[in-house]
């Protein structure tokens, strides 16, 4: 069965430092991964969807690459604030067509001033 | 101007109660989802519905019963609750299924408790 794992231990990492999460996955090709962010007590929020064909994506301070063949993701955060303080969770499509989205457990990041 | 709502943030029950959450959002979208995260932290997704058409529905205990009156509401009635239902409820949408890769809204949750 699908699967993806996201280091579940927190990263601490001091203001400034580049932050740098990783999903794995097994067990079968996604079209797309997606990453997210959540807050204690709110609910995720969209960061940046990056394809199969796509090596690397960014976005202001974020970058996302996606490697096919190790089956891996990176999410960079350069330059990171105490404000980047969060839980950051992958997510890859399910392996039926029917748009359902699977979520790795998440990583929390701590930038300390 | 909230994107997508959900009532009730907090509620705390006793076993073998029955209760609903209610979801709405104001973005058009067509597809609505519950996910439930448990303590954890993961996601899961539970139902999901385009244009009040049931698409998803994960195996998920017979006494969660989805209800989309409209494309912009989604409800959640749990029957005969127990203390392993204890969770945070998200209601969520997006444009469509998702399936060439949405993006997907969230709520701010809904945090049960049973005891």
């Known amino acids: 069965s699908q699967k993806i794992e996201q280091n579940s231990e927190a990263l601490n990492i001091q203001e400034g430092k580049t932050a740098t999460l990783t999903c794995n996955y097994t067990n079968y090709s996604p079209a797309y991964l997606q990453w997210y962010r959540q807050d204690p007590g709110r609910g995720p929020v969209f960061l940046l969807l990056i394809r199969e064909n796509e090596k690397e994506k960014r976005k202001e301070r974020l970058k996302v690459t996606f490697d096919t063949t190790l089956k891996q993701s990176l999410f960079h955060i350069t330059a990171s604030q105490p404000a980047d303080s969060a839980t950051y969770l992958c997510a890859l499509p399910g392996s039926s067509n029917t748009g359902k989205l699977i979520f790795g457990q998440g990583t929390t990041l701590q930038v300390k001033p | ?115």
């Open chain 2, 1 to 115: 101007d909230t994107a997508v709502s959900q009532t009730p943030k907090y509620l705390v029950t006793q076993m073998g109660n029955d209760k609903s959450i209610k979801c709405e959002q104001n973005l058009g979208h067509d597809t609505m989802y519950w996910y439930k995260q448990d303590s954890k932290k993961f996601l899961k997704i539970m139902f999901s519905y385009n244009n009040k058409e049931l698409i998803i529905n994960e195996t998920v205990p017979n006494r969660f019963s989805p209800k989309s009156p409209d494309k912009a509401h989604l409800n959640l009635h749990i029957n005969s609750l127990e203390l392993g239902d204890s969770a945070v409820y998200f209601c969520a949408s997006s444009p469509g299924q998702g399936i060439t890769g949405n993006t997907i809204y969230f709520g701010e949750g809904s945090w049960l408790t049973v005891v």
